[in-house]
């Protein structure tokens, strides 16, 4: 228990949390591997893990009818990966191993508890949150210009 | 003598076009191809630095500027990577060994290679714009003692798009060289990144306060960039680009390409961010 707190404070998405916030979800936290291949989720399945990466690289991925599937993101270590569990979503898109990854698994329904427990880290949890997802829709209006285009 | 003048004097004919022959044609892309040209007296050659243009002309059809793609250490053949959108890069696609093309230049500023000696190099770029660091790259791996940590972050719309594929997995086998590619939407069997150039960059390992950082693409890609880049430190004086204009004469005379009281052909194209960048802010300039 003592080292899965160390890694998480380790990781980016919970640097500069306080010790006792991260020994508070460290009950919610566990080791995970995935082989290449191996899905973390598929589209309209619920969100009951919420993954840190620590090693490798997923695709989340749709499917597009006629299209077959496609590649929208990759994340990569240090990133998060199923933010839509602290809400208590589902998951929109197939995730899925492009190679060996280790991630640290957040159990959703654990960490909602905890963050509706003590607000401040309820708080702390969601501003990260909301700088992951500030800079995934700032990529995402950016992708969209299709800037590379021939007219461009 | 205003010093734009005194540089207009000093060459020796630049508004004369001299012939060059076709020595090669190869497509990179569907919409790109790489055109080697060589003087008709194979003795002669051209030198040129990292980031500077020619005008490339056919005969009644048009004149374009066209960055040099080439190894500028290697100024045998010089080398331009055009993509196709007018007339006059169609028609210069369709060319073969042994046709001949009117050539002006080099023109224009290059890249900042001494101020990045002794510091970490960070590449932006996307698209085409790989195509004018090309020979930044050329040059960092002929002397590669020069400079600290080197990183390339390249951009393209889709795994088709991707320039210079073989060259791209052969950098990449250099320890010394890392190189990140990232396209925006992918197949499946694609096993890089997809996301926008940008984000690869907080992620990219070098020194931001001891870095010099050269981005190259379509200007909202370069915005992006350099929000990116002074979010992680590095500052504007060290941040440098390529801006992409009408130019005409190349010598500062037309007009064309002028953006307030600069001459992109010749005070440009290469412009420290510092200098350029709050121009690329204002809508239409």
């Avoid at chain 2, 009117?102 to 960070?122: E, H, N, Q, Y």
Wanted: contains cysteine.
């Amino acid at each position: 228990m003592e080292s899965l707190a160390r890694i998480l404070a380790a990781h980016p998405f919970l640097e500069g949390m306080g010790q006792e916030h991260i020994e508070f979800i460290t009950g919610c936290a566990s080791n995970v591997v995935f082989n290449e291949g191996e899905f973390l989720y598929k589209q309209g399945s619920p969100v009951d893990k919420i993954y840190l990466l620590r090693h490798g690289r997923v695709a989340v991925q749709s499917f597009a009818p006629g299209r077959g599937p496609v590649t929208v993101d990759v994340a990569t270590s240090g990133d998060l990966v199923g933010w839509s569990g602290l809400v208590g979503g589902g998951a929109r898109f197939d995730v899925i191993a492009l190679e060996l990854v280790r991630a640290i698994a957040l159990d959703s329904a654990c960490l909602r508890a905890k963050c509706d427990a003590d607000p401040k880290l309820g708080h702390a949890m969601f501003m990260r949150v909301a700088d992951v997802l500030e800079h995934r829709l700032e990529s995402t209006r950016v992708q969209l210009l299709d800037m590379y285009a021939s007219n461009h | 003598m205003p010093q734009t003048t005194e540089r207009l004097h000093k060459a020796a004919d630049p508004t004369l076009p001299k012939l060059m022959i076709v020595d090669r044609v190869r497509r990179e892309t569907s919409d790109t191809f790489t055109i080697d040209l060589v003087e008709p007296d194979l003795a002669k050659t051209m030198s040129f630095l990292p980031g500077q243009f020619n005008m490339i002309g056919l005969p009644g059809i048009g004149e374009v500027p066209i960055s040099i793609s080439g190894d500028p250490e290697s100024s045998r053949k010089i080398v331009h990577t055009i993509r196709e959108v007018g007339e006059v890069t169609r028609a210069l696609g369709r060319l073969k060994p042994g046709a001949q093309v009117m050539i002006r230049g080099p023109f224009g500023t290059s890249w900042p290679m001494d101020k990045a000696k002794g510091c970490d190099l960070v590449l932006v770029t996307g698209g085409i714009g790989l195509a004018p660091l090309r020979p930044v790259i050329y040059s960092v791996m002929h002397n590669r003692a020069l400079y600290g940590r080197f990183v390339l972050l390249y951009g393209a719309r889709t795994p088709e798009d991707v320039l210079f594929m073989k060259e791209l997995a052969e950098w990449r086998s250099h320890f010394d060289f890392d190189l990140q590619i990232t396209v925006d939407r992918a197949p499946t069997t694609w096993r890089n990144n997809v996301g926008v150039v940008s984000r690869l960059i907080p992620r990219a390992p070098f020194d931001p306060l001891d870095t010099v950082a050269m981005v190259c693409g379509p200007e909202v890609m370069i915005r992006y960039s350099v929000q990116e880049l002074e979010r992680c430190g590095v500052p504007g004086d060290s941040i440098f680009l390529s801006m992409e204009r009408n130019m005409k004469c190349g010598v500062g005379l037309c007009g064309h390409c002028q953006l307030r009281g600069s001459f992109i052909c010749l005070d440009g194209p290469v412009y420290s961010w510092d200098q350029m960048g709050r121009q690329m802010e204002i809508r239409e300039l």
